[in-house]
C-alpha cells in the first residue's frame, strides 16, 4: 500500500534512527512510503497556541501535498504530529467555509488546494491490526523472547479521542499487541498512558521531571526490560532526560527506551546499522545481551 | 438486572481506606448514581458521597469509575453490566478525600476565584442603554459557558498532579470565558495574571482534560486560547510563550524546528549555558543537530508568504481556535453516523 509519508521535525533532526529504522521496515510490512517534501513542521502545539490561523494553514498545506501524492493515506510516526494533523484535517474536512477560506490563501502562495480525501494515520495504527499486523508476526521472526517491554502510549496518540479515535484511550491495546506479535512480553502498569512531561520540559523542566518519573519508576517496578513509545517527543524525554532525573533525585533507572520501528526491528533481525541504537543516551545493551543469552 | 460495583472506602478521620464490594438489584435504566443511592438505602447507610440534581448540570457527583473521571448521573450501568464488568469507584484525584467519594473542592474554589469570575466591564455606573452581545461574540465563549466545575478535568490533570499549584483546566477554562467575553474591559490585566508561574504555561498538554470534561467544555483548548490571546496581546516574557514563538520562527523561516537554537530561545542564554553539559551529554549520540547548516525545507518561501498572508486577515488569537470549533463540534455526530452506517450494512 502506497502511503504519503510525514516525519516531522525529530525524526529529520535528533531522532534520526527512527526515520531510518522507519524506512527500512516500511517494505517489509508493504507500506511505499511517498516522503513529502515540500512541507514544513506540523507546529506540535505550539504554533496552534501561539499564532493558530498560521497552524491550521501549515497543516493544511502538508494536507494538501499528501493529497497530491494520490494517496489515500499520510503516515505520521509521531505523536503530536498525528493530534495536530488529524485535528487541522477535521476542521477543514467538516467545515466547508473555512476549507474554502484556506484553500485560497494556500492557492495565493502556490499550494494546491485540499479536498479532504485523507485520512491520518499513525504508523502504529497501521501495523497493529488486519492483515499488515498477520505479516508482522512472519517479519518478526527472531522474536523477543524473554524480553519484558512496558508500552508507553503518551498522550497525544489517545487523546482527545474524539479526534484521534482509534481506540479506548484508557484502555489501549495497539502496543501490547504489537509486543506479542514480536513475541515480547508486555507488562502492564497505570502511568502508560499518562504525560511524559516533554512539552513543558524546557519552560517548566520541574513539573514536567515530576511527569517524567512516574512511567519509569512504574515500569522499572513491574519488571521491565525496556520501555517502547510511538512518539520522538515521548523518547527523547524518556531517554535523554533520565540523566536529569539521576541529578535531581539520585536515581539512575538506565532504562532503556525503543522507538516502536526499533522494537520491530529488533524482532525482525535489523543490524545496529538499521537501528541506530548508539544515537540513544540510555544504552539499549543489556536488552540486546538479554535477548542474545 | 444484578450491578455489582466495588467502592474504595475512606474515612479521613481514622485514615481507614478499604475496597469493598457491593450489589444490588437495579432496573436496567439506572445510572452509577442510581445505584450508590441504592447501595445507600438497601445496603450500607455510611455511604458518602455528593449528589443533587441527578441531570448532569449541577456538578456535584463527579467520581472516578476505574480510575477515569465522570459524573455519576451521566454513567449509564446497562453496557458496564452486559460487559461483564464490576467496576471500580473512588473519590477524584488532585483534591484531597474527605470520606468515601466526597472531595475537599476548597483548592478548586480557591482557583477559580484566583481567576476574578466576574464581569469587568470597565464602568460602575450602569449605562442608559443595553448593551447587544451578538451571536458571533457569544460563539467565542460558548464551549467555556458550558462549564458546571465538577472537577472531573481537573481529577487526572497530569499538571496539577505533578505541580499542585497549577491553576488547573477548570479555573483557566473560567478564564478565557472571560477573556473572550466582548464585554469584559480587563483582559491584558487577566492575562497578567494568567501568565504566572503556576498558569497557562505550566499546563503539558496531556489532553486528560477534554478527555473527561462531561460538558465538551474542552479545556485544553481554552488554555490555548489564553495562551494565544497572550501572545496577541504582547504578554510573551514566560518561557513557555518564548518556545511556542519560537515554533512560529522556526516555521517561517526554516520551515522546520530549529531544534538547537529552542533552549536559548525559550530560556535566554545565561539559562542555556548553565546546561552546557546536558547538552554535551546529548551531541555525544547526535542529540544536538548542528544549526549551521540550517536544515531548510523545500519550498519554504511558501511558508513565509502564507504567514504574511494569514497574518494580515485578522483571524488573531483565540479566534483562530474558535473557528475551526464548529467542525470539531461536528465529530462525534461524524462517529455516530459512520457506525449508524456499519450497523445498518451488518
Known sequence: MKVAYYKGCLASLSAKELDISTQALAPMLDLELDELESVTCCGAGDIHEAEPDYYLHLNARILAYAEATGAETLMTICNVCTLNLRQANWQLKGDDALRERVNRNLAAVGVPPYSGNVEVKHFLWLVAQGERYEVLKQVAHKGLKGIKVAPFYGCQILRPSKIMGFEDPDRPWSLEAIIEACGGEAIDYPAKIKCCGFPIIQAREETALAELIQPIEEAMEAGADAMVTPCPLCHLSLDAWQSKLRATTGRDFRMPILHLSQLIGVAAGFEESELKFKRHVVSVAPVLEKLQA | ?346
Not at chain 2, 130 to 141: D, F, L, M, P, Y
Not at chain 2, 221 to 237: C, H, P, T, V
Not at chain 2, 254 to 274: H, M
Request: net charge neutral.
Open chain 2, 1 to 346: 438486572m444484578d450491578v455489582a460495583l466495588k467502592i474504595w472506602r475512606y474515612d479521613s478521620s481514622t485514615g481507614e481506606r478499604a475496597l469493598k464490594e457491593y450489589q444490588v438489584d437495579a432496573p436496567e435504566w439506572v445510572t452509577l448514581l442510581d445505584v450508590l443511592d441504592l447501595i445507600k438505602d438497601r445496603v450500607d447507610g455510611t455511604l458518602s458521597y455528593r449528589k443533587s440534581c441527578r441531570m448532569m448540570i449541577c456538578g456535584s457527583c463527579g467520581m472516578r469509575m476505574d480510575g477515569a473521571a465522570v459524573l455519576a448521573c451521566k454513567t449509564r450501568m446497562l453496557p458496564i453490566v452486559e460487559e461483564g464488568r464490576v467496576p471500580t469507584i473512588s473519590a477524584m484525584g488532585n483534591m484531597p478525600i474527605v470520606k468515601d467519594l466526597v472531595v475537599d473542592m476548597t483548592p478548586f474554589w480557591s482557583k477559580i476565584r484566583a481567576m476574578k469570575p466576574w464581569l469587568q466591564p470597565g464602568y460602575d455606573e450602569l449605562r442608559e442603554k443595553e448593551r447587544i452581545v451578538s451571536q458571533q461574540q457569544v460563539n467565542v465563549i460558548n464551549k467555556e459557558s458550558l462549564c458546571i466545575m465538577c472537577g472531573c478535568c481537573v481529577s487526572e490533570c497530569n499538571s496539577m498532579d505533578a505541580d499542585p499549584d497549577f491553576l488547573g483546566p477548570a479555573a483557566l477554562a473560567k478564564g478565557f470565558r472571560f477573556v473572550g467575553d466582548a464585554r469584559d474591559r480587563a483582559t491584558v490585566d487577566r492575562l497578567e495574571d494568567y501568565n504566572s508561574e503556576h498558569g497557562i504555561w505550566d499546563c503539558t498538554r496531556c489532553y486528560f482534560c477534554n478527555e473527561r470534561c462531561p460538558k465538551g467544555v474542552d479545556p485544553r483548548d481554552a488554555i490555548a486560547k489564553l495562551g494565544a490571546e497572550s501572545i496577541k496581546e504582547g504578554i510573551d516574557r514566560d518561557w513557555g510563550a518564548k518556545h511556542a514563538k519560537w515554533f512560529v520562527t522556526s516555521a517561517k523561516t526554516t520551515g522546520w524546528l530549529r531544534e538547537t537554537e529552542l533552549v536559548p530561545k525559550t530560556q535566554g542564554i545565561i539559562s542555556a549555558i548553565k546546561e552546557t553539559r546536558f547538552a554535551i551529554g546529548l551531541a555525544k549520540h547526535g542529540k544536538v543537530p548542528p544549526p549551521v547548516p540550517p536544515h531548510v525545507a523545500k519550498d519554504v518561501d511558501q511558508a513565509r508568504a502564507l504567514y504574511d498572508l494569514v497574518k494580515s486577515q485578522g483571524v488573531d488569537g483565540a479566534l483562530g481556535i474558535v473557528q475551526g470549533e464548529h467542525a470539531l463540534g461536528r465529530i462525534e455526530f461524524e462517529h455516530e453516523s459512520a457506525e449508524r452506517a456499519k450497523a445498518a450494512a451488518e
